[in-house]
């Protein structure tokens, strides 16, 4: 079992930054890709990013490369959001997949535990 907690969500300005934060426990949890997806009210979930179990690969949405960077440190991943748009707006998920896997999948089905999620509004 992963458990995953995200933290770091709120309102900010557009043009600003955020730093969200995904504190990961469980036995497989440093063995896992890890990914942020994405839910804006009235539209499907979406994949944000993802990043590979030794932190040394990452792939994101054309949407927010440059803007956003993931990355990762022993049990917590982070993202860091840059240059935000009000469309950035949505709740954040945490994501824990495959164990050791050579690919970064985008797609919401190969990710088996998740957080709870975290807020971001971005006003214009």
């Known amino acids: 079992q992963v458990q995953l907690v995200e933290s770091g969500g709120g309102l900010v300005q557009a043009g600003g930054s955020l730093r969200l934060s995904c504190a990961a426990s469980g036995r497989t949890s440093r063995s896992r890709t890890m990914a942020w997806f994405r839910q804006a009210p009235g539209k499907e979930r979406e994949f944000v990013a993802a990043?590979?179990?030794?932190?040394?690969s990452t792939y994101y949405v054309d949407s927010v490369k440059g803007r956003f960077t993931i990355s990762r440190d022993n049990a917590k991943m982070y993202l860091e959001m840059n240059a935000l748009k009000p469309e950035d707006t949505a709740v954040y998920y945490c994501a824990a997949g495959p164990v050791y896997s050579p690919t970064l999948p985008t797609k919401e089905e190969t990710y088996d535990y998740w957080g709870q999620g975290t807020q971001v509004i971005v006003s214009s």
């Open positions: 990043i590979n179990w030794s932190g040394g």
